[in-house]
């Protein structure tokens, strides 16, 4: 056999192919264990000969970074360790220049993602479990709009399929009184790309919003990282505190009138009313967010703003993210008529349009009436979840413990009585230690001075079985404890 090395320096493609393959083993790219590119795959890719990348495979075999078998695409070694130390690019001498929506962004305290370690039970808000899924149901959705696939491999509309636009125009006239033309619907990708888009049109530096006290976080930072500031309305158990609007002048409130959050109240119809006549004669907007509507246990259904006099100033947003899957990003606007086109521009240049076999297995779920029977599932189910929560939490903490926003959706606020703010990082942390997840509710507020002086965590129950909740509140319950008597 030939000398390996001086083959492989005597051939200046095969050095190039042995050196970057060596680099990415080594920086991890290719795992230990992992397959490498064939032969005959990579000097296609590359464009050379089958012989100058098998000598470069020939350099790394002797060398003992990869292991070839028969018949087999060569693997990294599993000797080879490759999760090790990997050289790092240099750290510039100062911060790389950002657009000033970048630097807004970087000033951004971080937020947390959901890589959390296996606990007995996490109330984290928003994760559904995953025995409610229709996974049958969808299943057969999908490969039904599988099957139309040739007729879909092209750019499509940016505003979202026109069948699942349809079908969504039917259900919020049936399920929430709420009457539009097809052509204002915007399908998004989940909500949050939705309030992007409103952020990006409507307001500029300079410009203020309105924003409930306490708020959904994500949608405080959207808009003000555009620039504008955020001016804090309190709310209520009545919601949004409408009577302090009256000398606010702002391009937009936020607001989620039928179920506050984080902390449940429902919009009064006054409220909603004072709310549309400010928005009225300050030529403003207001941004319905109706992200849970679907999950109502002791009230009845509250019509939405946009349903409700003149709805020329209201855009309306809408999403599957906590009836079928977060992951699924399938999200709905609807937007004034002279707001369309822009809109339908705006989602164009953001993505071109949303995924489209999802859009058109959601919209066989709608016209099959397969998506209403799958949210009075989930509104059983969790309305047991919920029972059991408010159930074991009564139990436990008897009167030492005030709880809100238990009417509707898919959490509650709870706040400890007897348990200082100060305290509130050490009992999340003692709590994660014994195996069970809570979250603060502080950062959904303005500003911490804005927050009650006691401890308050948003609870949700959505992806835990009874038994989950029940154990997950004993040994919050002895957090506290342990808490109470180390201060």
Known sequence: MKNPSKTVAHRPGARAIYDTLKGQIASGVFRSGGQLPSSRTLATELGVSRTTVTVAYEQLLAEGFIEVQQGSRPRVALSRISDGPRDKAPRPSRPLPLAAFGERIRKLPAWPYYSAPKLVADFRYGSLSSEDFPTSVWKRAMNSAMQQQPKLLAYQDPRGSHRLRLALQAYLWRARTLKCDVEQIIVVSGSQQGLDLCA??????????VIEDPCYVMARRIFSCTGATPVPIPVDADGLRTELLADVDARLAYVTPSHQFPSGGVLSISRRHELLEWARKRNAFVIEDDYDSEYRY??????????LESHANVIYLGTISKTLSPTLRIGYLVVPTELQEVFASAKQLTDRHSPVIEQEALASLIEEGAYDRHVRRARRLNGDRRKTLLNALQHTFANRITIEGADAGLHVVVWLDELPR????????????????????????????TAQNKVGLVMGYSALSPRQIERGVRILADAVHRVRRER
Do not use: C, N
């Open 200 to 209: 990006r049109l409507i307001l500029d530096a300079g410009h203020r919003f």
């Open 422 to 449: 100060s305290l509130e990082s050490t009992l999340i942390e003692t709590a994660r230690s014994a195996g069970v997840g809570v979250h603060s509710v502080t950062p959904h507020y303005e500003s911490s001075r």
């Open 298 to 307: 002791d009230i009845r259904p509250v019509p939405p703003l946009y349903g």
